[in-house]
């Protein structure tokens, strides 16, 4: 069976840090795009980061890049995200998710144009993340 577990989630300050984790079990994280997501309170649900299948291409939404970095390790096969310099709007409870088939782009889950979740075929429960001033 296929799932996913993200922890790492907590209370910080505007300027600190947290690492998110997604741990996957049922595949094999290089195998299947990832998508990272979040949804703050009374928003609709945005892909943040994103990890390429196979040759692991990172993606990033304007609205966090150069601040957030998602990894792999192949090993314990676990996604990470980064996220640095947190801001009170980074507030959200962040999931992550799978595309087992390839249908969703990585440039897709962060363009912020479509809704790109709708292609996902496997989530996380997600974990809250909040940032205050």
């Known amino acids: 069976e296929v799932q996913l577990v993200e922890s790492g989630g907590g209370s910080v300050q505007s300027g600190e840090s947290l690492r998110l984790s997604c741990a996957a079990s049922g595949f094999t994280v290089a195998d299947y795009t990832i998508g990272w997501f979040r949804q703050g309170p009374g928003k609709e649900r945005e892909g943040v980061s994103c990890?390429?299948?196979?040759?692991?291409?990172?993606y990033y939404a304007d609205s966090v890049k150069g601040r957030f970095t998602v990894s792999r390790d192949k090993v314990k096969n676990t996604v990470y995200l980064q996220m640095d310099s947190l801001k009170p709007e980074d507030t959200a409870v962040y999931y992550c998710?799978?595309?087992?088939?390839?249908?969703?782009?990585?440039?897709?889950?962060?363009?912020?144009?479509?809704?790109?979740?709708?292609?996902?075929?496997?989530w996380g429960k997600g974990t809250l993340v909040t940032v205050s001033s």
């Open positions: 998710a799978a595309d087992a088939y390839g249908s969703v782009g990585c440039g897709t889950v962060v363009g912020g144009m479509t809704p790109s979740y709708y292609g996902m075929d496997y």
């Open positions: 990890i390429n299948r196979d040759d692991g291409t990172q």
